[in-house]
């Protein structure tokens, strides 16, 4: 991944392009719907605020290249897990904090450097373990503080916030290192987006009927299964940028983004509801904070990659 290499590849020329073309239209529907048809806008123009600054920001780190891309997504880790850790009352216990601190930096030196034994950018057999590793660590602060009492809880939540959010996450960083890096990211990224953005639509416009009522109140069916359709048509239409993947891939890579794309949203929302929280920060306009953004990539990256290495290999050899 470099800046040249980014100009030339057709994958961010179609899918950088489509972004743009989308937030152009979405900007011109705004204006339209506020000065000529003087409606109220304002929410849905800080929804817009935040898109402004969140795309820009991914796309010039995907164009400067493969270390740049590791550098924001795990910076992005690390500010998803604050917000956790803050949320739950883990930032408390600043050895627990600090250990799964110390395995998120873990991700970011083994996604960029190179793998001892291949030669191939990333040491992908570490990261697969490395929850192994990151586990252990946490399990051993209480018995060198020779500590018990509410150790529970504080061990579990630090694992949570590693493996789940973390490690899960640290899947997309991952694919910076693969043979098709632009493809791959731009389009899951996009896909994930596009779900959201489907389900909300289709909420608003059909939704009668509430989805779970105890996680997530404004989610209904139809915004679900609306989110679903469009989720199982993108991957055809964006096929141009997978040239490899062929009927069953593209079905899959439907089903990952519209149903895994909407259990990481409400995965987070049972997490917030639970400690009774609208949203884990305020750090982007109209939408929350970082982990309120990365719900769903959180679960969809895994799975998209570990399809991608089974059918493919990350690196284009099986």
């Given at each position: ?12 020329r179609?899918?950088g ?21 003087g409606?109220n ?10 898109w ?19 550098t ?78 509410g ?18 996450f ?19 990224i ?16 059909f939704?009668?009927?509430k989805?779970r ?13 609306g ?30 983004v ?15 509801r ?13 939408h ?29 050899v099986?």
């Amino acid at each position: 991944m470099n800046f040249q290499a980014a100009l030339h590849d057709p994958s961010v020329r179609f899918l950088g392009g489509f972004i743009f073309g989308a937030l152009i239209v979405a900007g011109l529907a705004l204006l339209l719907l506020k000065y000529a048809l003087g409606k109220n806008v304002t929410s849905v123009w800080r929804i817009y605020q935040g898109w402004l600054i969140m795309i820009p920001t991914v796309l010039a780190a995907v164009l400067f290249g493969r270390e740049a891309t590791i550098t924001l997504f795990s910076i992005v880790a690390f500010i998803g897990f604050r917000e956790f850790a803050r949320a739950t009352g883990l930032y408390r216990d600043w050895w627990m904090t600090g250990s799964v601190y110390v395995s998120i930096g873990a991700i970011f030196f083994i996604a960029i450097l190179t793998d001892p034994y291949n030669g191939r950018p990333g040491w992908f057999g570490m990261f697969r373990t490395l929850p192994v590793y990151a586990i252990a660590l946490i399990l051993t602060i209480p018995i060198l503080r020779n500590r018990s009492k509410g150790q529970l809880q504080m061990v579990s939540l630090a694992m949570v916030g590693f493996v789940y959010i973390a490690w899960m996450f640290g899947h997309l960083t991952f694919l910076a290192n693969a043979d098709r890096p632009y493809a791959y990211l731009l389009f899951l990224i996009v896909a994930v987006e596009i779900n959201d953005i489907a389900a909300f639509c289709f909420g608003k416009a059909f939704g009668r009927h509430k989805l779970r009522d105890q996680i997530s109140p404004n989610k209904t069916w139809e915004g679900s299964l609306g989110a679903l359709a469009v989720s199982m048509v993108f991957p055809w239409i964006a096929a141009p940028c997978l040239p490899h993947f062929g009927s069953l891939q593209l079905i899959i890579t439907g089903l990952i983004v519209g149903i895994g794309g909407q259990l990481g949203d409400l995965s987070i929302s049972v997490i917030k509801r639970d400690i009774n929280i609208k949203d884990t920060g305020a750090l982007i306009p109209g939408h929350g904070g970082i982990l309120d953004r990365i719900d769903s990539l959180i679960f969809t990256a895994p799975l998209f990659l570990h399809m991608v290495n089974w059918f493919y290999g990350l690196y284009g050899v099986r």
